[in-house]
């Protein structure tokens, strides 16, 4: 289906803090202490926003779409915005789209001049948004760092990072959805300091990733839309992945330029994703399953009982039957 075919919705290009009036216009509701609540055709649920300094701006979308939307920024040509998106897994596989990139989950460094569109599936969608200022790169980043992402900026239409949400950083944006719902006393000031916590450490992320990736290149929409297919099949593939050459046939690029856009756009390597990926399924699947060990290991693709012991060691710091036991103690 075309994305024309669905409707739009169409934001300001400022996050809540910044801009009520026009939001209320957009999603109609009321708005008190920061959140505004809404129920209207296309979605309902709530958007609480706050300031952490005067150049950055936090937002958590905690919402139901009643059916499949797009919704995008009002144009603005003086657009001075960067963007860190958190976007918490949504329920039965599905994917939100930005700018022809699918994925259910994780971490997106968004910046450059071309206005992005999502396209969100019916249902449930939980999201944070980190908005900030070309002037944060001059303060919080050394000169050199500062100097190339404000290259990509001004001269690319669109770059995007991409980071796993990992167990630690989840668990920091599961807090904040909690603090929200239950409001206990001082909230306010809990929220901000876990919403910095997250900023800082999404920063350190991207910021050694732009010091390695010097040669930053444009990828457009199709390619982008390439690459997520590649990271989507790894995924659903974890138990018997597929060869080098098969991605790069799968995706309709040459090998050396499936690796070198893929470690660019997902800040690892093909095979390196992988593992990773294989590592926090590992942590999950321990965590809220009835699973053994064997069954665990033998899903995700690991040859002997022994080699995922000692890989899940090597990736947590810990053996899965320490690990057990600890999830066991605290509940």
């Avoid at 167990?167 to 909690?178: D, E, G, N, S, T």
Wanted: aromatic fraction near 12%.
């Amino acid at each position: 289906m075309k994305e024309t075919q669905y409707p739009i919705l169409e934001l300001p290009e400022d996050g809540l803090i910044d801009d009520v009036e026009k939001y209320k216009q957009v999603l109609g509701g009321t708005y008190c202490k920061n959140e505004l609540h809404f129920d209207n055709e296309l979605l309902k649920g709530k958007i609480f926003s706050t300031s952490i300094s005067d150049e950055v701006s936090v937002s958590f979308y905690e919402t139901e779409f009643k059916e499949t939307a797009i919704l995008r920024r009002s144009e603005n040509e003086n657009r001075d915005a960067i963007r860190i998106n958190f976007l918490l897994e949504l329920e039965s596989n599905r994917d939100i789209n930005i700018n022809g990139a699918s994925y259910n989950s994780g971490i997106g460094l968004i910046l450059g001049k071309q206005k992005e569109t999502y396209i969100i599936p019916q249902g449930k969608a939980n999201w944070m948004v980190f908005q900030f200022t070309q002037k944060i790169l001059k303060e919080a980043y050394p000169s050199e760092a500062a100097e190339l992402l404000q290259s990509y900026f001004n001269e690319q239409e669109l770059v995007l990072f991409f980071e796993q949400l990992r167990a630690p950083l989840k668990k920091r944006v599961l807090q904040i959805q909690q603090l929200l719902s239950e409001r206990p006393y001082l909230f306010f000031y809990e929220v901000k300091g876990i919403a910095l916590d997250l900023f800082v450490k999404a920063g350190k992320l991207f910021y050694e990733r732009v010091l390695i990736e010097k040669g930053i290149q444009l990828v457009d929409s199709e390619t982008m839309e390439a690459l997520f297919k590649v990271k989507s099949i790894l995924e659903q593939s974890v138990d018997n992945p597929p060869t080098i050459e098969a991605l790069s046939k799968e995706s309709g690029m040459n090998i050396r330029k499936l690796q070198r856009l893929f470690k660019q756009v997902f800040g690892l390597t093909v095979f390196g994703y992988l593992n990773v990926y294989r590592q926090e399924e590992a942590l999950r699947l321990l965590q809220n399953s009835t699973f053994n060990f064997s069954e665990i290991a033998d899903q995700l693709g690991y040859s002997s009982l022994s080699h995922f012991s000692s890989s899940f060691k090597k990736y947590h710091g810990v053996p899965p039957k320490d690990f057990k036991m600890l999830i066991q103690d605290f509940r």
